[in-house]
């Protein structure tokens, strides 16, 4: 698209170059041609006025109202005929140093030399001009309208792209903006996710250490109590042994009656409870290795589940930073498309400055000036009837 938009770019300025350059060369010919229009024009209807008067006065002949028979009549007629072209003539004559038309001259010695061919020539060589003249307008008026369009379309056209494009870059802006803020959001999480990381390891290393110190208790408290069992035993199962060998001897001869120490008729409790002891000592280092394997098999999750958000979120930041990079990239390229579009636009609106110049007085003035110019024709070709009626009387 890239592509097309700057081969479109590069056609749009040759062809503005191009209409610039024509449309500069046909303004100054335009505005000669128009000065000599005018020019032509006033001389045309000072001739006509001319022509008319000559005309008229042609035609107002006092020797029509009434015919005579005698020769003396006809003389009189024919007398009254020269003075009428001669104030024709001298008509022309001022028409012509009015106007300085060498042509109204030129008429104006045809008509008193009485060579009407010639008038009549001349009457058709200005009807022609005159009708080139209309072709020549016509077509400057339809030029000029298809020129107007063409730019207005154009310009139409060039608007819309840069609208578009304008809500393009907005677009972009806003993507960039929320891509910004997601890649900053993202990278906040994996500060956070790497904090709490840091602080569970440091939990799981206290834990440990506790699971440590609460197994060495528990074993140190084992061994201590085992000890004192051991010892428990040894000094009941001593005296057991004596009892057994005074019962031994009693049965030989009569004891002597003595005062003697029985031991604790409690010693079997205190055993069993140190037996107790001991076992709910072995129990609470299980329970504390349980604790362990589970609280490690815990934080190693953690870890696992952490490291894995900490890499999606890593591979989200990477993705949108490139595609944050692509969309800075293309908003570059869609601002310098809306400076182009902006520069087109402007050479369009000084081509429609220069179109409105050139062409506004005939668009606006097309009709009357084409009216106009057709009753000079009509006048011219009415006179020339008028003349070929006065020649055949």
Not at 226 to 243: E, F, I, P
Not at 263 to 287: F, H, R, V, W, Y
Request: proline share 1%; hydrophobic share 40%; glycine share 2%.
């Amino acid at each position: 698209r890239m592509t097309e938009a700057k081969e479109d770019l590069k056609d749009e300025e040759m062809a503005l170059a191009e209409t610039q350059k024509f449309l500069g060369n046909l303004q100054a010919t335009c505005a000669d041609a128009d000065k000599n229009f005018e020019e032509r024009k006033a001389a045309r209807m000072t001739e006509l006025k001319a022509v008319t008067d000559a005309v008229e006065v042609l035609m107002k002949d006092e020797a029509r109202d009434a015919m005579s028979s005698t020769y003396s009549l006809l003389q009189r007629r024919s007398s009254a005929r020269a003075s009428q072209r001669q104030r024709a003539a001298a008509s022309l004559r001022s028409a012509a140093r009015r106007a300085r038309d060498p042509q109204l001259s030129l008429l104006a010695a045809s008509v008193e030399l009485d060579a009407f061919v010639k008038v009549k020539a001349a009457i058709d060589k200005m009807v022609g001009m005159l009708k080139v003249q209309q072709e020549d307008e016509v077509k400057k008026n339809d030029w000029c309208k298809a020129e107007i369009h063409s730019n207005e379309m154009s310009t139409e056209k060039k608007e819309g792209d840069k609208a578009d494009l304008e809500a393009k870059d907005s677009l972009l802006e806003s993507d960039i903006k929320t891509m910004e803020a997601e890649i900053a959001d993202a990278k906040a999480q994996v500060a956070q996710l790497q904090l709490d990381l840091q602080q569970a390891g440091k939990g799981r290393q206290a834990e440990n250490l506790e699971y440590q110190k609460t197994v060495q208790d528990q074993v140190l408290t084992i061994q201590a109590l085992k000890k004192a069992l051991a010892r428990l035993q040894t000094y009941y199962k001593a005296d057991a042994a004596k009892s057994a060998a005074l019962l031994e001897r009693a049965g030989q001869a009569p004891p002597v009656p003595q005062m003697k120490y029985a031991p604790s008729k409690a010693a079997g409790g205190i055993m069993q409870l140190i037996e107790k002891l001991i076992q709910d000592a072995k129990t609470m280092a299980k329970d504390a290795e349980k604790s362990e394997v589970q609280a490690q098999a815990a934080y190693e999750q953690t870890v696992e589940d952490t490291n894995a958000a900490v890499a999606a979120l890593q591979k989200e930041v990477s993705t949108k930073s490139k595609a944050k990079a692509k969309a800075a990239k293309e908003k570059l390229q869609t601002e310098s498309d809306i400076a182009d579009t902006a520069t087109e636009l402007d050479g369009l609106s000084k081509v429609n400055t220069q179109l409105h110049a050139e062409c506004d007085y005939v668009l606006k003035n097309f009709n009357t000036r084409q009216e106009a110019r057709a009753e000079e024709i009509e006048a011219l070709q009415q006179a020339k009837q008028i003349l070929r009626g006065a020649t055949a009387s």
